[in-house]
């Protein structure tokens, strides 16, 4: 199977729940697809003006289709993800995120049309990047990353990506 319509299995899979962009750049970085969720629950007395509280959840998964993943193109992925990614996404640039911010989501697909060396899926199974905003007051966020090898058929994916397993295993 190639890359493109692995991608398209799992996208059809997302596009109920997810807003779907394809071919998405983000400040020069390019992304075959990105997809954005918003959930959001509150409490109110009668009418919706009388709010007793909100809070919002959100999830931004980038989906990267590769002829081979290497060790230097996961890094600059890592780095971007840090640096700019959770800025820009959870934060929208500043210190903290919105008010009633409670869970967020990051997540990063890596499809790989050739098998992925056993380096990297150690990099990958091991990858942890989260963070409390405010000591947990404006939530936290929790960073998936999923590495598939389309050449063995095989999904690799650190802890909190692990319940995306059977979902990119079956898109086979």
């Known amino acids: 199977m190639d890359s493109k319509k692995y991608l398209d299995n799992i996208l059809e899979l997302y596009k109920n729940s997810f807003d779907i962009i394809r071919n998405y750049d983000f400040e020069g970085n390019y992304f075959s697809a990105y997809g954005y969720f918003n959930s959001k629950a509150e409490k109110y007395v009668l009418v919706k003006e009388v709010n ?16 081979n993943l ?13 640096e700019k990614l959770e800025s820009h996404f959870i934060r929208n640039g500043n210190k903290y995120p919105e008010k009633n ?23 990958i199974e091991k990858f942890s990047f989260e963070k409390t905003y405010l ?3 404006r939530g936290f966020l ?7 090898d389309l050449k063995n058929k095989k999904v690799y994916y650190n802890k909190p990506a692990k319940d995306l397993k059977e979902v990119y295993e079956k898109s086979f």
């Open 52 to 67: 007793l509280w909100e809070v919002n959840n959100f999830e931004h998964i980038f989906f990267i289709e590769l002829d």
């Open 101 to 123: 911010h409670m869970t967020s989501f990051l997540s990063l697909v890596f499809i790989s049309s050739s098998p992925i060396n056993e380096n990297l899926i150690k990099k």
């Open 135 to 137: 000591f947990s007051i």
């Open 142 to 148: 929790t960073t998936k990353v999923i590495g598939v």
């Open 70 to 82: 290497t060790e230097e193109i996961f890094k600059n992925y890592e780095k971007l993800l840090k």
